[in-house]
């Protein structure tokens, strides 16, 4: 049973474009989004992160929209560049003292062309 | 930095054989876990652990087997490797905190012909 949705597989933008990547969770009681960012070769590493009582926020060009209602989430980058090639994975969990169940998207591989 | 160290980067074993895969962190996180990534399938949880000695079910815990004897380190065991285990293991740390960031180490690529 997937519990995250992710969507597109696979995305490719011209240098400059502005990709987007959704996500769809089923379980309310998830109240941590966050997005880990992965190269060929190396493990996942954080993004940026989002609780549901704000709608957006954004590190850099990276921005995480979030849809509480539609229990949706999207993850923007701006003036994308060929260095943000790479996977890309959503997850939610639900806060427990001391430690964090993450569930992951299937992931989103993208390809920015110069 | 936070560094999570998996002993090996490719390994290739056989049907039926008893498999350790090795995960050293530096940082004192009391939180480690094991993941398997399969493409199409993303990350899923094996297993974790919040304290040495202690572990947790992920959601697929068949076939595997954990230890925790010390802090710093976590071994997923693959008790009778079968070829569907055959996938990319991914070791992680995190302190002891609500919401606190996953430290990846940069997997295992273990391969059972």
């Known amino acids: 049973q997937q519990q995250v949705k992710q969507s597109p597989q696979s995305l490719i933008v011209q240098k400059g474009g502005i990709p987007i990547i959704n996500c769809a969770y089923e379980n309310t009681a998830f109240d941590y989004f966050p997005w880990y960012q992965q190269f060929p070769g190396k493990g996942p590493a954080l993004l940026i992160a989002?609780?549901?009582?704000?709608s957006e926020k954004k590190e850099g060009r990276f921005t995480i929209s979030f849809n509480k209602s539609a229990k949706q989430f999207s993850l923007h980058i701006m003036d994308s560049q060929p260095g943000d090639s790479a996977t890309y994975f959503c997850a939610a969990s639900r806060s427990r003292r001391g430690f964090q169940k993450l569930v992951f998207g299937t992931g989103t591989r993208l390809l920015v062309s110069p | 930095d936070v560094k999570v160290t998996q002993s090996s980067r490719y390994l290739v074993k056989r049907t039926g054989e008893k498999v350790f895969l090795e995960c050293v962190q530096d940082m004192d996180h009391e939180n480690m876990f094991w993941y398997r990534q399969d493409p199409g399938l993303g990350l899923r949880l094996i297993y974790f652990s919040y304290d040495v000695k202690m572990k947790e079910k992920g959601d697929i815990p068949e076939g595997y087997s954990v230890s925790r004897e010390k802090k710093e380190r976590f071994s997923l065991i693959l008790e009778s490797a079968s070829t569907n285990q055959t996938s990319m293991y991914l070791c992680a740390s995190s302190l002891g905190q609500s919401n606190s960031p996953l430290h990846f180490g940069n997997g295992t690529r273990l391969t059972v012909t």
């Open positions: 989002i609780r549901p009582d704000v």
